[in-house]
């Protein structure tokens, strides 16, 4: 079954950009219609949606995020990635991406990846 | 922007319970809601889409129904497995949560 894991930089500092990737194994990222996304948790809060990428390459970003946020696809390396750009503290989260399934209007997550905590820092 | 509204916002109970969540949407989504749960540490893991549809794998004791603005969750017998955060989601909002406690 199709699996993802994030990775990247678990430490960034306050300015920078933010930058992971989400390695997708048992399938292949560019097959079906899936929209590939990515998600974030703060210690102790809900769920909040950063944007996603069709397989098309097509992007939808959070509108509150939109400025900062730009999400990519490497289908020869079956990844996508997500950077966000001048991190503050309140960026310090949980990233987890996630696959979505459904429509262009109605979708859920499954699977998701475990999840990597990224804390902004100087 | 649709809102989406859990509660309660935690619940208590014992093993073997009744448990029932609500969620609330801030207008009509028809049938076009999930529901995860989340234990700490890890990742949501996706237990119900379109409102009432068993995700494969997931124990037939989690159920869920509604339509247009209300929707619920249930667990008609609650087992240790079950104690974890529930989130309702619809496009790209989630609900705040419903953390479901030991009594």
């Known amino acids: 079954q199709v699996q993802l894991q994030e990775s990247g930089p678990g430490l960034v500092k306050p300015s920078q950009t933010l930058s992971l990737t989400c390695t997708v194994s048992?399938?292949?990222?560019?097959?079906?219609?899936?929209?590939w996304s990515w998600i974030r948790q703060p210690a102790g809060k809900g769920l909040e949606w950063i944007g996603r990428?069709?397989?098309?390459?097509?992007?939808n970003y959070n509108p509150s995020l939109k400025s900062r946020v730009t999400i990519s696809v490497d289908t020869s390396k079956n990844q996508f990635s997500l950077k966000l750009s001048s991190v503050t503290a309140a960026d310090t989260a949980v990233y987890y991406c996630?696959?979505?399934?459904?429509?262009?209007?109605?979708?859920?997550?499954?699977?998701w990846g475990q999840g990597t905590l990224v804390t902004v820092s100087s | 922007d649709i809102q989406m509204t859990q509660s309660p916002s935690t619940l208590s109970a014992s093993v073997g319970d009744r448990v029932t969540i609500t969620c609330r949407a801030s207008?009509?989504?028809?049938?076009?809601l999930a529901w995860y749960q989340q234990k700490p540490g890890k990742a949501p893991k996706l237990l119900i889409y379109?409102?009432?549809s068993l995700e494969s794998g997931v124990p037939s004791r989690f159920s869920g129904s509604g339509s247009g603005t209300e929707f619920t969750l249930t667990i008609s017998s609650l087992q240790p497995d079950d104690f974890a955060t529930y989130y309702c989601?619809?496009?790209?909002?989630f609900g705040q949560g419903t953390k479901v406690e030991i009594k």
């Open positions: 996630a696959r979505g399934t459904g429509s262009s209007w109605y979708w859920w997550f499954d699977p």
């Open positions: 048992g399938g292949s990222i560019s097959s079906g219609s899936y929209y």
């Open positions: 990428i069709y397989t098309s390459g097509s992007t």
């Open positions: 207008q009509s989504i028809s049938s076009w």
């Open positions: 379109k409102a009432s």
């Open positions: 989601q619809h496009q790209e909002t």
